[in-house]
């Protein structure tokens, strides 16, 4: 396979909203999401079909299991292998294993084996393609236009979250849970020759050198250079030098090299502990994870489980919730459209920052709001605000870290948003029975503010910039 990498500064100034190199990624992604919405809701009806409430339940969770422990090799494959390679290979593995889970429905009925064994898997490839997923756009577009980018990225998570459910829905009530299989491994099928056709820039060092470089501390040097081999070498050297290529290369506008990763000396637990290394001395990425952190402790619990729970305290019903949780999506999609839009917000630390903490405070409202019409008002600040500062958290983590660790990066964030953060729902919930609804929002509210809190009196946080 041959890669086309685009030399730096080739495609510095076009917006990345219509340069057609970074739709045609957004097209693979959103597909990908879509096949992915589709999928859940086929394992969920399959899983409630083939056995009882609490089996179901089990078959939905276990992907959760190699999805946290995995995670973090994820990232490590991601910067040795190369972003747009994990992802193609993750989603041909997901689309072979549903489709294949898709025939095995259609020709009999084999309980929930297949369905455990299939949520293993996704959990399983889950670790290793949303490190990938999160450094691709590095190396599809210059990093003055990474902000934007992010905002394209959720405008695509909230097309897929609206139309990814009534289509399974749909493909269920048709033809089964095995349409719905066969449905979601076509879409996620659909990313692979986008991804293929997508051109690859060869490093966004390059970018960042002209910005005037990095936040992270002189020490840093030592890591990069222990990890520098095994990220694939493209922090290491800039331009097309670094593969090898003629100078008139490094300095012309396209050029074409294999598509395959440097010789390294390094071990991949050798790049991994290079890797936290790098994060831990960082003077924006290491403060920025614990915000993260915080923030997403604080938020998970009460808009899944407490919500629910919330609701039937109050009467509100399944639609009342509904219309809830529409308010706090639009909410999200407005954010993401603005960013999308803008392309860049000024003190893009502060206003992170400051988003956190106003958006706490939203959560911790949102339990003593009178009626329904009330909590969708609240639900659609705590979706602007929630989704504002999670745009400017993921174009920070993309700016401020070295692209030759992008992945890892990405993994140890992903780790702490999906594998730490939900651990709080069931503590809500019992939190919920033994105290009421009242005092646990307040609680997590308190938890989401102090990510707000540390994002505004780390220095280097508060004031780190999305280039422009």
Known sequence: ????????GAAIGKPAHRDPNVLRWLAAYTSSMVGDSVYYIALSWAAVQ????????AVMAVSAVPRALLMLGGGVIADRF?????????????CAAGLSVAALLFLTSPGLWPLALLAVVFGTVDAVFMPAVGALPARVTTRDQLARVQGMRGLAIRFASVVGGPLGGLAVALGGAAAAFGLAGLLIAVSVPLLISVRM???????KAEAGGGSADA???????????GAGGRGAAPGAAALGAPDSEARGATATAPDRAPARTTTPLGDLQAGLRYIRAHRVLAPLMLAIALGDLGFVGPLNVGLTLLADERGWGASGMGWVLSGFGVGAGAAALLLTVRGRL???????????????VAIGALAFVPGVLAAVGVALLVGLLAGLSGALCGALLQTQADPAYLGRVTA?????SLGFAPLSMPLSAAAIGAWGTGPVFVGSAAVCGLGGVVALCVRDLRRAELPG
């Open 50 to 57: 083939q056995g009882s409430p609490a089996q179901a339940g």
């Open 346 to 360: 000024p003190h893009a630390g502060h206003v992170a920052g400051w988003a956190i903490l106003a958006g706490s």
């Open 201 to 207: 820039r060869e490093s966004a060092v390059d970018d």
């Open 1 to 8: 396979m041959t890669s086309t990498l685009i030399a730096p």
């Open 82 to 94: 190369g972003p747009r390679r994990v992802v193609i290979g993750s989603d041909l593995v997901r």
């Open 219 to 229: 020490g840093d040097a030592g890591d990069a250079s222990d990890a520098g081999e």
């Open 412 to 416: 140890v964030s992903s780790l702490v």
